[in-house]
């Protein structure tokens, strides 16, 4: 009896979910995947199973993008609390005078 080989559709890893089986390349099943942000990828299923591939490409730039992305969030943070507490401190005055 030969050993069943599920198929992966339907499954998702990491960003990706597969939508339809590719071709075989050097033994391996292939297949087509839909990424989170609107890509596609055709990954090994090794590498799906595996979670060597869990992106179209996209995940790496994200990770250097939300790095840049943080540090100008708490810089824009920074500077909002600190208007605020200008602004609050204005106010104070003004709550005095
Ligand atoms: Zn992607």
Do not use: F
């Amino acid at each position: 009896m030969p050993r069943t080989r599920p198929s992966l559709v339907g499954m998702r890893y990491g960003r990706l979910v597969v939508l339809s089986q590719g071709p075989t390349r050097h033994a391996h099943r292939t297949w087509n995947c839909q990424c989170d942000c609107g890509g596609t990828a055709l990954v090994g299923g090794v590498n799906l199973k595996r979670g060597k591939t869990k992106s179209c490409g996209c995940l790496r730039i994200d990770v250097a993008g939300s790095l840049v992305g943080l540090k100008k969030a708490w810089k824009a943070r920074s500077e909002k609390t600190d208007a605020r507490r200008i602004h609050n401190q204005v106010l104070d005055q003004d709550w005095d005078a």
